[in-house]
């Protein structure tokens, strides 16, 4: 069976099993039926024809990008990702790496990026090229740097973020994810503090997500949890997602790069 | 009272001066985080960009005031407790807001229906709802636990209504000072724990 065909089909027997518990008990199934076929490698293979696809005002692929280990290197790049880079002179995440990419090698400007991950319809594109990128370092470990001071300093602010309780409900990301083996409705929540529990999470990101059927990135994972959140809609590739995950990378350095994790 | 009084002198006194680094890196954190979050409802990007006293120093102290902090906190927040003509609405009505998770996000505006009180987020309430979180405990028989009179009754409409003013920097949103749920609302919530023919009661 064609790989979109099998993706259709599974989309169609998981969609209505609305009851929370069905579908987390279908996703352990499914996580195990898919180890190795995964319907997120479809993105992946998507993703792998955008990057070498010439494009932009430049007319050109983003074959040569640079995410840290030299131009055109992808193996391993992931995994020490986000971390400083001289030539933007900032921290930057997959995703906001990907942005900086598009613009210098391919000519693109600001009104080609989304402007928030939630639904933005500029998305799908930043998800597969991530998802893409980030596939090349599986079986890896995560070992994000902390050296460069401007690192240090988004460290800093991604920990007193996560730490920062605001708006109608009076939450943090620490109230629920500072939690030890505890849960919302029935969903678990993983105690991202707790190195044991962030490496087996954090680096499972970009994931296939079985609701909604298709490829999430970090920076959509927390666009949805600040909403959840009682938060404002966050801004993609914006200082606090990046400072968030420069904070929690450092918790999960030592997981195994495993993507497209398989996601509820 | 006297004695809450010396207490709270005490507390100010004790309080350490923040070290000079972590004032900038405060106002670095401030700005990151305004200029992080766009669209949507303006009165979400107001509540989460200016944090207010309490929300502000559990933030500072990680949940974990110091003692004559957290009896400050306590304090004020108790103060600060407004109450409805009757204690006890309807359990029913009750069930209704604890499933309910609506209000507050920013696709809920403008609103479609009134805010529910997601309490089973959290919480395990009646014996038939399966799909209940664990970060709060559960209310499960709770008015056998706690008595069925009117003290039990403001007990419970002070908790939903302000969980700080017995626990400063509790986890649990504090639904009547921010507006969430009206006073009558949380009453409703009140019958549903406290009502012995509630669905956790019974």
């Known amino acids: ?264 | 009272m006297k004695r809450a009084a010396l207490g709270i002198a005490i507390a100010l006194l004790a309080m350490p001066a923040p070290a000079p680094g972590q004032d900038a890196l405060a106002e670095r954190t401030e700005a990151a985080f305004i200029a992080s979050f766009a669209g949507g409802e303006p009165s979400v990007l107001i509540r989460t960009g200016l944090q207010d006293e309490v929300q502000r120093l559990c933030s500072e102290h990680r949940n974990a005031p110091p003692a004559g902090l957290a009896q400050l906190i306590e304090g004020a927040q108790r103060a600060a407790i407004r109450y409805p003509a009757k204690l006890m609405g309807d359990w029913k009505n009750g069930e209704k807001l604890a499933q309910s998770g609506y209000g507050g996000r920013f696709t809920d505006y403008p609103p479609r229906a009134e805010n529910g009180g997601n309490c089973y987020a959290c919480h395990q309430i009646a014996r038939e709802e399966l799909a209940y979180g664990t970060v709060g405990p559960s209310l499960l028989g709770y008015g056998k636990a706690r008595g069925w009179g009117v003290a039990a009754q403001r007990l419970a409409y002070e908790r939903i209504y302000n969980s700080q003013a017995f626990t400063a920097c509790s986890a649990m949103p504090r639904f009547g000072h921010n507006g969430v749920l009206t006073p009558e609302q949380i009453a409703h919530l009140v019958a549903l724990l406290l009502d012995p023919g509630s669905s956790l009661n019974r």
């Open chain 1, 1 to 264: 069976m064609n790989r979109l065909a099998f993706l259709f089909l599974v989309t169609l027997s998981v969609v209505p099993a609305v009851a929370d518990e069905r579908l987390e008990a279908t996703v352990r199934q499914y996580r195990e039926a898919l180890k190795d076929a995964s319907p997120g490698e479809l993105f992946v293979d998507l993703g792998e024809e955008l990057f070498r696809t010439k494009r932009g005002l430049k007319h050109a692929s983003l074959e040569a990008c640079d995410f840290g280990l030299g131009p055109g290197v992808l193996a391993g790049a992931h995994a020490q990702l986000p971390r400083y880079f001289a030539d933007t002179d900032r921290v930057e995440d997959l995703e906001s790496r990907l942005m900086s990419c598009m613009r210098q090698l391919q000519g693109f400007s600001e009104d080609a990026f989304p402007h928030h991950a939630r639904s933005d319809p500029r998305m799908p594109d930043f998800e597969r090229l991530a998802v893409y990128v980030a596939a090349q370092s599986n079986g890896m470990k995560l070992a994000a740097p902390l050296a460069h001071p401007k690192e240090v300093e988004a460290f800093r602010i991604g920990e007193r973020l996560f730490y920062r309780r605001a708006g109608a409900y009076d939450f943090s990301c620490a109230t629920c994810h500072m939690q030890q083996g505890k849960r919302i409705r029935l969903q678990q929540l993983a105690q991202l503090t707790n190195p044991g529990e962030a490496q087996g999470v954090f680096p499972t990101w970009p994931a296939y997500r079985v609701a909604p059927g298709a490829v999430h990135t970090l920076q959509d994972w927390l666009a949805i949890c600040y909403w959840a959140a009682r938060h404002p809609q966050l801004r993609y590739g914006s200082e606090a997602s990046i400072a968030l995950q420069v904070f929690l990378a450092q918790s999960a350095n030592g997981g195994v790069i495993a993507v497209p994790g398989v996601k509820r």
